[in-house]
């Protein structure tokens, strides 16, 4: 059976473990500071950064899957050098790196996003995610490695963490029946990735070759505003209070907050249509996405086992 490395273990990461392993899998997952091994799944201390490290700790695997997450505002620092080091090692050992993505590289303004829409974002974050792929896509196409990436949009589900824009501090007080405080417009489409259709496109694209090459869309369900995900959360119990924040508020605590700061300057992608067709790689990928009742149950069912709140009615 396939060997299979995890190169960061936070909810991406961790989701992706343990889909692995469900499914009868080996895995290795690598991080900076390591965790406790169980089952199928065994956990090591290695900087990332380091090419050498890297590579000796993958060594004879068959995909490497970049699920790392550099700090928000440290995207143009951090994540140059991991990358580089993600590419050399995969060159080095001969391992599929599939890599997660997002949708940070598009500049759409409100229209539908595809695999084919232009990388020609802007915005810093943006521009470090479409150089990312460039650079990995030449090297592809040079014979010098083999690479796709699975981009995806936001995402929720049972490992979502706090950086989540549909994590704990969305749920725990919706589901605890009190007022959400967003950073965020809530009434735009928007497309929300569920996190378990994430980690079974990563483990599809690393299995398909003609995947290879190319980035593509995790199979998501229909958009939603925030407003209308909320309203799905909360069910037949009370409407949700969900009050975003002014952009000028959320702009002056960004003066204090790397974080808000980096929020504000994609505000763009909660004040128009933030949509992305996946047509093309659930066709590739042979996936369809999770229907919301089932994705929205499941989370809902790991929230509560976490938090203990209330449940919707």
Known sequence: MARHVIVGKGAVGTTLAHQLADDGA???VLSRTGGASAGRITHAAVDATD???LTAAARGA???YSCAAPPYHRWP?????LWASLLDSAARTGAVLVAV???????????????DTPLDSTERKGRVRAQMWRDAEARHRAGDLRVTEVRAADYFGPFADSQAMAGPRFLGPLLAGRVVRTVTAVDQPHSWTYLPDLARALVAAGRTPDAW??????PTAEPLTMRELGERFAGAGPAPRIRPMPGPVVRALGLVSPLLREVAGVSDHFTQPYVMDTTASSRMLGLVATPWDTSIDETIAATLGRSGVGGRA
């Open 101 to 115: 993505g997002n949708l940070y590289g598009y500049a759409t303004h409100g229209a539908v996003m595809t695999e």
């Open 51 to 53: 090419v050498d490290a």
């Open 213 to 218: 090459g190319r980035a593509w869309h995790v």
């Open 62 to 64: 068959d995909v490497v």
């Open 26 to 28: 080996d895995v290795l």
């Open 77 to 81: 620092t951090d994540w140059p050098p």
